[in-house]
C-alpha cells in the first residue's frame, strides 16, 4: 500500500469510527419521561410532575436553596430575616420581584393585602412566637401594634430596604409557595421543558399535558374543616396552561376561649378576619400575584374579592394576561360558589 491510500484508509477508519460512535451515543441518549419529584419545603409539601430527558433534581434542589437563602422566614440568614432583625443587608432579585408585587397587590386591595402584617400576625400566634389567649385584646393594644404596620413605612431604594418605623417586620408568608412555583416553572423551562406541573403546598403552575397526552387535572379543595390528608374536592379542572393559588382559612386556625382565630390578619382592624368566605381560588399573569391576590380575597370577603378581581384582571389584560377568582362561600350549611365572570375554566 502506498503511503496515499494508507492515509485514506486510516481516515475511512477513523470516520466509520466516529459514525459508529455516534449512532452508540444516540441510541444511549434518554428518551423524554415524565418524573415526579416530591418532598418537603418551606414547611409545606411540594409535588413536580415534568417531562424531561434526563432528571433535574440538582437544578431544582438549587432553586429551592436560592428562594431560601432569599424569603424563608424559617432561616435566619435570609434576606428577610435580615430586614426583620434590621442587619444591614442588599435585596436580592426574588426579593425585590416579590416586593414589587406586594406594592401592587396592596395598592389594589385598599391595604388588605400587606407585607408589613407580621408584627400582627405573631401577635395572633400565627408567626414565630408562641401561641397566648389574646381574648382580652383591646383597642389600645392593637392600636400599639398598628404604630409599625402598613407598607407606606417600607421603601426598597437601591437595594435595600428603608424603614420608618425599627420595629417594622415583613411576612412572605402569602406570596411565596406561589412566588416559588413560578421560580420552579421558570428552571423547567429553561431545561426545556414544555410539559409539567409544580404544586407547592397547594398552589399551582401547570403547561402542557400530562403523561397521557391530556391536560393536567386539578382539584379545588372543598373547604371542610380537619387536616386530613385526603380532603374531598370540590371540583376538577382540566387545564394545560395555568398559574392558580387558593387561600383558605379552614385549615390553619385554633379556638381562643371559644373565639375562632384564623391566619388571615386584617391589617386595617388588626384582627383576624371573621366572615363567610372560606376559600379562594385565583388564577393569574403569575402564581406569585395570585397567591397575593387569594389572601387579599380572604381579607376582603366574598363580596369586595369579587371587585378587587375585576379591578387586578383589567390590569391584566392591558398585559395580555387574565386574573380569574373562584370563591366557596359558607351559607348555613351549605357551600355556594361565586365566581368572576372570566372564570371559565372547568
Ligand atoms: P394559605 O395558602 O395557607 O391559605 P395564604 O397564602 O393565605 O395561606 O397566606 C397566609 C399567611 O399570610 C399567614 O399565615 C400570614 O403569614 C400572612 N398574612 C396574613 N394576613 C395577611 C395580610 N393581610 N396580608 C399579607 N399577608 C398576610
Ligand atoms: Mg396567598
Redesign the pocket.
Known sequence: MNSKKRIVSAAMGIAIAAVMIFVFDEGKKEQPVYRVEQGKVFGTYYTIRYEAASDLKDSLSAAFAEFDASLSMFNPRSTLSAINANRDTTTDAFFESMFAEAERVWRLSGG????S??P??NYWG??TRARESRAATTEAQIDSLRAFVGFEKIQLVNHRIVKSDPRVML?A???A??QACDVVAAMLARNGCTNYLVEI???IVCRGVNAKGEKWHIGITKPVEGTSQHQSLQEVLAVSDLKM?????Y??FYYDKGERRS?????RTGRPVVHSLLSATVVSSSCMRA??L???C??LGAEEALDLIRRANEEDKAQGSETACYLIIAQGDTLNVATSPNWTIN
Do not use: C, L, W, Y
Open positions: 388588605a393585602f400587606d407585607i402584617v407580621a400582627m400576625v400565627f408567626g411576612d408568608g402569602a406570596v409557595k406561589g403546598g397547594g398552589e393559588a387558593t387561600s383558605g382559612n385549615r390553619n391566619h388571615t390578619i386584617d391589617p397567591d397575593a387569594a389572601t387579599a380572604m381579607v
